[in-house]
């Protein structure tokens, strides 16, 4: 069992940054690959970027790449995701996911994901 907190959402013009944190509890974090997932009102929940257990894998979305940065931090059972260049598309409650590791981080559906946290708000004003 893994318990997932993110933290790091807030209210940002839109080109600003933000930095997501996913805290993980219970069994560690570094068995699992991580994912970050977001969801917009009125709008199914969509893959964002993922990452494998040992750091040396990661998969992003198209709409974001070159803009967000996800990394892990196994000593501190943390995962992160790095937003620049926010734009108001981005706006959605971001949710982090873990994820066995022997299913692959090229998957983007969020059935693969065991464990998710409660989401944080990320709200990018024009």
């Known amino acids: 069992q893994v318990q997932l907190v993110e933290s790091g959402g807030g209210l940002v013009q839109a080109g600003g940054s933000l930095r997501l944190s996913c805290a993980a509890s219970g069994r560690t974090s570094s068995t699992y690959n991580m994912g970050w997932f977001r969801q917009a009102p009125g709008k199914e929940r969509e893959f964002v970027a993922a990452i494998k257990w040992n750091g040396v894998t990661t998969y992003y979305a198209e709409f974001v790449k070159g803009r967000f940065t996800i990394s892990r931090d196994n000593a501190k059972n943390t995962a992160y995701l790095q937003m620049n260049s926010l734009k108001p598309e981005d706006t959605a409650v971001y949710y982090c996911?873990?994820?066995?590791?022997?299913?692959?981080?090229?998957?983007?559906?969020?059935?693969?994901?065991?464990?998710w946290g409660q989401g944080t708000q990320v709200t990018v004003s024009s």
């Open positions: 996911a873990a994820s066995p590791t022997y299913r692959s981080v090229l998957n983007v559906s969020p059935s693969v994901y065991d464990y």
